[in-house]
């Protein structure tokens, strides 16, 4: 294992999940024409997807707009990397102003699928000439990643914190405890006032860091989520370890 200072480097890293949404402006996406039949289908097939269906998608970068039609909604899906490497496409949401890809692999993969998806449907245009799908004006990230921390997991807290954590724990309850950390961040402008919302949208605007659900504290597994690609994400948790080192 590879050391950064005097600490190994993170093990058993793994992406579990990404997800990118191409944001467009106003009449950039054209989705009354994303929605027809003969266009929703050709999406079906070129991905596999089990499941499909017309309705407003889950609100996982922000609110969708109430439009008509709603959206689309493609489930459970798949493709292969250049390297023939199967990836499952969790699913594609074509809203109003965004199309929102999640899979279960890393970011990389999406700019493939999003690449193949705009050269199958360049053919097609609107009725006007337009292209259906425009250039996006944002590009948002998000991805959650597993690894074997170098120590404990509590070694995130200082160890005057730990002490205290220790010292309340044992005034409570007779047996041995230890601090699991769960720790949520989401930056917002300074003079904007904290409002403590929840749900998907929020989820991927968070930076959170927690143990693995299903392992035992003795692991050191944790899991993390952040708005990053997961390349990006990686050399962050690697970045925070570094700092927990030092």
């Given at each position: ?16 999940a ?14 009354t ?56 496409i969790?699913f594609?949401?074509f ?52 690894a074997e ?34 720790i ?31 392992t ?27 700092a927990?080192a030092?």
């Amino acid at each position: 294992m590879k050391q950064i200072g005097s600490w190994p480097l993170l093990n058993q890293v793994k992406v579990l999940a990404a997800r990118k949404a191409y944001e467009f402006r106003l009449d950039d996406l054209r989705l009354t024409t994303l929605c027809a039949q003969p266009v929703t289908e050709l999406v079906r097939e070129m991905f596999q997807f089990q499941s499909t269906a017309l309705g407003s998608p889950l609100p996982t970068f922000g609110d969708v707009p109430g439009t008509y039609p709603p959206g689309y909604v493609f489930d459970m899906g798949v493709t292969a990397t250049p390297e023939g490497q199967l990836v499952p496409i969790r699913f594609i949401h074509f809203e109003p102003t965004r199309i929102v890809f999640d899979i279960a692999g890393p970011s990389a993969v999406i700019d493939l699928i999003y690449s193949q998806l705009r050269h199958a449907l360049e053919p097609i245009t609107a009725v006007d000439g337009s292209p259906i799908i425009g250039e996006p004006e944002t590009i948002l990230d998000y991805s959650e990643v597993t690894a074997e921390w170098p120590t404990s997991l509590d070694s995130l807290f200082g160890p005057r914190v730990r002490k205290l954590f220790a010292q309340t724990e044992s005034g409570r309850k007779p047996s041995k405890e230890v601090v699991i950390p769960t720790i949520s961040l989401v930056t917002q402008s300074a003079t904007e006032k904290w409002v403590n919302a929840q749900g998907p949208s929020v989820d991927s605007r968070s930076y959170r860091f927690t143990m693995r659900a299903g392992t035992h504290p003795s692991e050191n597994k944790c899991w993390s989520s952040a708005p990053l690609d997961s390349d990006a994400h990686i050399a962050y948790l690697t970045q925070l370890a570094d700092a927990v080192a030092s």
